[in-house]
């Protein structure tokens, strides 16, 4: 079935430094989301990407899709202890279950 | 936004007894409903398809006699735990979407964290 690797695992960085999160597909997506969840929250939509290349900003967070459509990418500038979080990649099976077929996530944390 | 509830938020429960988790939409109504499962510092294990009106569909692996769905309404799911086991103890998740907007996003209720003992 279809499967979408993500690194790094976790990353421990200093507030003010970059951070970004990768996902990998050895398949053409239709489609990728992103979703954040906090430590003991629950996953928040942040986007969809659904076009060759396509490139979204959400103001500090840049979100890009594969010319491909086989990665795609979420990017951070100056990160905040608010985004302490793991961040998940996603896609949704468009067939008729509409099933969303998670990443293995990022763990984000950030020294103050 | 489409908000999800999810009651309980926390529950204890002995070994052998059976759980009942609700899952609601609040303001939309979701043909479709997901269940997953998440273990500490885990992903979402995607454990079944709620949908209204018809059974269930439950991913390879998921005992579907252990695991009972039930989606009575279009915005209630319920996943009842049967003969819960300390190995059941996990946090469940349950999800909505209405796929008729085009962004298929689901929207995901707060959990509930099962704790067997």
């Known amino acids: 079935g279809q499967q979408v690797m993500q690194i790094p695992q976790y990353q421990h960085v200093q507030e003010g430094e970059d951070f970004t999160t990768y996902c990998n597909s050895s398949t053409t997506l239709s489609n990728i989301q992103w979703y954040k969840q906090r430590p003991g929250g629950h996953p928040v939509f942040l986007i969809q990407l659904v076009k060759s290349g396509e490139v979204k900003k959400q103001k500090r967070l840049t979100f890009q899709f594969g010319e491909a459509k086989k990665n795609s990418s979420l990017h951070i500038t100056a990160t905040q202890t608010t985004d302490v979080g793991t961040y998940f990649c996603a896609v949704v099976r468009m067939d008729s279950s509409y099933k969303l077929i998670f990443g293995s996530g990022t763990r984000l944390l950030v020294r103050p | ?117």
Request: hydrophobic share 30%; charged share 15%; proline share 4%.
């Open chain 2, 1 to 117: 936004g489409a908000v999800v509830s999810q009651h309980p938020s926390r529950v204890i429960c002995k070994s052998g007894t059976s759980v009942k988790i609700e899952c609601r939409s609040l303001d939309f109504q979701a043909t479709t409903m997901f269940w997953y499962r998440q273990f500490p510092k885990k992903s979402l294990m995607l454990m079944a398809t709620s949908n209204e009106g018809s059974k269930a569909t439950y991913e390879q692996g998921v005992e579907k006699d252990k695991f009972l769905i039930n989606h009575a309404s279009l915005t209630l799911s319920t996943l009842t735990v049967t003969s819960a086991h300390p190995e059941d103890s996990s946090f469940y998740i349950c999800s909505a979407s209405f796929p008729g907007q085009g962004t298929y996003e689901q929207y995901f209720g707060p959990g509930t964290r099962l704790t067997v003992t």
